[in-house]
Antibody, heavy 119, light 107 residues
């Protein structure tokens, strides 16, 4: 059974960079597309980005160039960086797997990493 | 960006009730529309993919229908464990988007 686990600091200062890693176990990172999705407290889901195992990326334009994703196939991990964070970036951040195409449903999700933004 | 609008936003439900949630897209997504269930303090779980395709391990009381711009998630004979928030998601056009969610609460 594929499992995803997010990790990273739970608190980030305003204007600094949020960094998260998703570790994939129970299955390969190769051949699939991997996504980041966030959920502000009490609100709905917002898709952030996808990355392929080859490093192909697409970012939500709403994040205005502040986001970057990377992948490390040797560690079965992929990562997210979000720069210049504000209070609006406080959320639960999820990683999730799509299929062999990025246009597929998200069939496996991590448990989520809560990130607060405060000085 | 494709906007997905779910209705209702919330609904009070009773056990064994038949529940219908709709998701309307601002432009056609073909059949590339998926449904998720999110229980409190849990991550979303895939329920239905491509409008109507069932997912292994998901109870058969959950079904989906629709194509183009109008989609429906149906829960036949609701059980107490189905109290959750339900989201639709389109994977047709980038950026991918979600509906605002439909929250089911027990009466």
């Amino acid at each position: 059974q594929v499992q995803l686990q997010e990790s990273g600091p739970g608190l980030v200062k305003p204007s600094e960079t949020l960094s998260l890693t998703c570790t994939v176990s129970g299955g390969p990172i190769r051949d699939y597309y991997w996504n980041w999705i966030r959920q502000p407290p009490g609100k709905g889901l917002e898709w952030i980005a996808y990355i392929s195992y080859r490093g192909t990326t697409y970012y939500n334009p709403s994040l205005k160039g502040r986001v970057a994703a990377s992948v490390d196939t040797s560690k079965n991990q992929f990562s997210l960086e979000l720069t210049s964070v504000t209070a609006a970036d406080a959320a639960v951040y999820y990683c999730a797997r799509a299929g062999y195409s990025p246009y597929e449903s998200f069939d496996f999700w991590g448990q989520g990493a809560t990130v607060a933004v405060s000085a | 960006e494709i906007v997905l609008t779910q209705s209702p936003d919330s609904q009070s439900v009773t056990p064994k009730e038949k529940v219908t949630i709709t998701c309307r897209a601002s432009q056609s997504v073909g059949s590339n529309l998926h449904w998720y269930q999110q229980k409190p303090d849990q991550s979303p779980k895939l329920l239905i993919k491509y409008g109507s395709q069932s997912i292994s391990g998901v109870p058969s009381r959950f079904s989906g229908s629709g194509s183009g711009t109008d989609f429906t998630l149906t829960i036949d004979s609701l059980e107490a464990e189905d109290v959750a928030t339900y989201y639709c998601h389109q994977g047709s056009n980038l950026p991918f988007t979600f509906g605002q969610g439909t929250r089911l609460e027990m009466k």
